[in-house]
Structure formats: structure tokens, C-alpha cells
């Protein structure tokens, strides 16, 4: 006798995250350090850079240069913290904060754990989920709403082309290492 699993749109979101926490996230971001995340693998590469005030600040300008600039690890797990922290803050009602006021924390490590605390509120809003929720309108990351289901996926997809890109640079980082 088989047996037959429904999933649900929920589910289906749940699974893909959890998947590309575990086999992308975690294979790919354990491992930075300090000088793999500000290591910039071409000239102009939008980064992080301390600043009088005592922050990480990262590169940023609106509209985006054309042709984009390559990017660093370190701008990268920024990026992540500020689009991420922000959907979660827009999923619970709360407004979420400009680019302008969200930092890199300073290290690998820190970023580690920041992300790692973000996963952490991004598992428990999932499973949080009714389906009748993922119908309900969102404007984060958009101007115009759309049902939630679609900053989900979003998010998930955001997740796995800024980890893809951590990994490619990481590489290119390592490569140049064992290159010396």
C-alpha cells in the first residue's frame, strides 16, 4: 500500500529553504573569515568600509552603475542582512530599515551569526504559515503589493543567488591564495 503526501504551498516553501540553507548556506558561509569577506576580486568592487562613526558601511548608489560592479563577500552578507531582516520586520508588520541603517557587523564571524539568527525568524515564520496567509498582500520588496506566497519564494530565491555568489567569490579567493 503507498502513501500519498500532500504538500501544501507552505510546505513547498519550507522545503526549498531548508534546502538551500543546509546544502548552500551552510557549506558556503561557515567558512568565510575576515579576509576572504573584504577581499575584492576587481577593482571598484562594491564593499564594505569602516566609518567614522563606527560602522560597516557598504558601497551603494540608485540607480545601479551599469555594468554593475562585482561585489564582495562582505557586501554580500550585508546585502542579505538588509533585504532579509527587512522582509521579516515588512512579514510582521513592522517597517523596515533603509539600506542607510543597516550595517555589516564587522566580521565574518558576526555576519555568520547574524545570518545564522535570521535563518532562525525565517524557519519560525514559516512554519507559522497558514495557507489562507500566503494570499495575503505584501509591498516589501515592492512598491505595489502581491501575495505573500510571492515574497516567500522571493526570498528563497534571493537566498540562493546571493549564497551562489558568495561561493563563486570564495573560490576565486581561495584560488588566488594557493596561487601566491
Not at 548556506?25 to 569602516?50: I, M, R, Y
Amino acid at each position: 500500500m503507498s502513501s500519498s503526501i500532500t504538500l501544501t504551498q507552505i510546505h513547498t516553501l519550507q522545503w526549498q529553504f531548508q534546502l538551500t540553507w543546509r546544502l548552500a548556506a551552510e557549506a558556503q558561509l561557515f567558512s568565510l573569515t575576515d579576509a576572504a569577506c573584504l577581499w575584492q576580486p576587481a577593482p571598484g568592487s562594491w564593499t564594505v568600509h569602516f566609518s567614522e562613526d563606527g560602522n560597516w558601511r557598504p558601497d551603494w548608489s540608485m540607480p545601479e552603475p551599469e555594468p554593475t560592479p562585482a561585489t564582495t563577500i562582505g557586501w554580500l552578507t550585508w546585502h542579505l542582512i538588509w533585504w532579509w531582516s527587512g522582509l521579516i520586520a515588512a512579514i510582521c508588520g513592522e517597517e523596515p530599515s533603509a539600506h542607510t541603517a543597516v550595517f555589516w557587523p564587522g566580521s565574518a564571524d558576526a555576519a555568520i551569526l547574524q545570518l545564522k539568527s535570521l535563518s532562525e525568524q525565517w524557519t519560525d515564520i514559516l512554519s507559522q504559515l497558514q495557507e489562507a496567509d500566503l494570499e495575503r498582500p505584501l509591498a516589501y520588496p515592492w512598491a505595489e503589493p502581491r501575495p505573500l506566497r510571492i515574497a516567500l519564494a522571493w526570498a528563497n530565491l534571493e537566498l540562493m543567488k546571493n549564497i551562489a555568489e558568495i561561493g563563486c567569490i570564495h573560490r576565486m579567493f581561495e584560488a588566488t591564495r594557493s596561487a601566491e
